[in-house]
């Protein structure tokens, strides 16, 4: 009860820092430890390959990608919040998620459903078990993840592709609409 | 060992610091870590109930859910940068008019 009490406190510690931070550096770091909280929790809750996957991926790979973008477009720039044009719009909509974030707070504690049971089945959770289960019955969601990054690699290369080749077409698309416009005079 | 109840009150928590992160921020990379924590939140809720009913396939909907971050940041912050490239200006509010 307090490990999970204090994880708590962590988790939301690093939550609500992520939003109320003024840099996006910090939020990261926040988000960072909000992370690392959650890989603890995944922990108690008989998760370790998840716990792993957790503190290697988010707080590994994708954290450093946000720090690298975030210091690519932020470096020594201090960024003022410009003023709205429908004031009060955010702090209304906000209010209103965080009162259906608190109703779901409210009815995820009055309905304790069954009570956690021991006796576990076996490799619960571990990367045996985890395999098992991803080469087994869930292998279509395997597939899935598979197709996903492979998609997402590909649709970062076309959203990204150098934009040379595009000005060089527009540069010959003018080129030829003067030559049209010589050949007409 | 706590009742399920609580992680799940704590993950319902967690999402909506996120929801209201993205509704009151404007900077976009604030707002997509908000949504990264929704995405955490919701793979917490999903632990804690293969945990209550002994069930393998939460975890894996959790792995699935990693596994979408990961491609969903990639995807995200490319789509962030090339519009910075074009505005430079980090604020949701420059992306206001589409043009077909």
Known sequence: MVGFVILAILAMAGAVGVIVARQPVHS???????????AVLYLTLSAEFLAAAQVIVYAGAIMVLFLFVVTLLTAGKDEREAAETLPGQRLIAGGASGLVGLALVVLAILNPGPAISLGLPKNFGTLRGMGAALWGPDFVYLVAVAIMLLTAAIGVLVLNRPERRAVRGARKASARQTRSREGQA | MIGAN????????????????????????????????????????????AR?????????????????????????????????????????????????
Do not use: C
Request: charged share 10%.
């Open chain 2, 52 to 100: 209550v009913y002994h069930a393998i396939n939460g975890q894996v909907m959790a792995f699935l859910i990693i596994g979408t971050a990961a491609a969903e940041v990639g995807i995200g912050l490319a789509i962030i940068v090339a519009v910075y490239h074009r505005r430079h200006r980090l604020d949701i509010d420059e992306l206001s008019s589409l043009r077909g």
């Open chain 2, 6 to 49: 609580w992680v799940v009150a704590l993950a319902g928590a967690i999402f909506a610091v996120g929801a209201v992160g993205v509704m009151i921020r404007k900077n976009p990379l604030i707002m997509f870590m908000s949504a990264e924590m929704m995405w955490n939140a919701a793979a917490l809720a999903f632990v804690a109930y």
């Open chain 1, 28 to 38: 990261a770091l926040f988000l960072i430890g909000n992370i690392i909280a959650l």
